[in-house]
């Protein structure tokens, strides 16, 4: 499991008093108005600061750090990751799964063949969707339903899924 979770990431600026349009990484954007402070990420590199201020304008949300008092300033901040430490993450209701700790998962069917690694979670209007690398340079889309996906335990990066009919043939 990661001990940092990236929650959104700088995109823009906002006005010419230092405050940042950030894309959030995150299904509970409210999430955002209880944020005291972040960890701004780059390089390898994280440094804790202060959050000042938070609005929220159409898909994003807009930050004022502590020390970051102007456009220029802020500027340079472009493409840095938000993040906070686990223990500071929002409580998940059960079945729920932080992206970063599904990403690397080893996906398996529930008769035990191995299909391969989740690369990334797609955002869905009805399910997200696991986007499952197989190897050889094939990759199988596997939707979260409950029907689909049987099982998920982080701790021991295993999904366990059973596949609709006919979606293995249509990938694999």
């Known amino acids: 499991m990661l001990d940092y979770l990236t929650i959104g990431t700088i995109v823009n600026v906002h006005g010419v008093r230092g405050e ?9 954007v409210n999430r955002f108005r209880k944020l005291k402070k972040v960890l701004l990420f780059s390089g390898g590199v994280r440094r804790e600061v202060e959050v000042k201020g938070v609005k929220f304008s159409n898909k994003f949300v807009i930050l004022k750090f502590d020390g970051i008092d102007d456009r220029d300033t802020a500027d340079k ?31 398996v069917e529930d008769n035990g063949d191995r299909l391969g ?9 009805g399910s997200d969707i696991y ?4 190897g050889e340079g094939k990759n199988i889309l596997i939707p979260v339903l409950e ?11 295993i999904v366990t899924v059973k596949l609709p009919k006919g979606l293995r043939e249509i990938y694999l």
């Open 147 to 157: 029907d689909v996906v049987l099982s998920v335990d982080i701790e021991a990066a």
């Open 20 to 28: 940042v349009k950030v894309i959030p990484d995150t299904d509970d």
């Open 77 to 107: 901040m472009r493409g840095i990751e938000l993040q906070v430490e686990r223990k500071d993450a929002i409580k998940l209701p059960e079945g729920r799964y932080f992206i970063g700790d599904l990403i690397g998962c080893l996906v």
């Open 131 to 134: 986007d499952v690398d197989c």
């Open 117 to 125: 690694t989740i690369t990334d979670v797609i955002p869905g209007a």
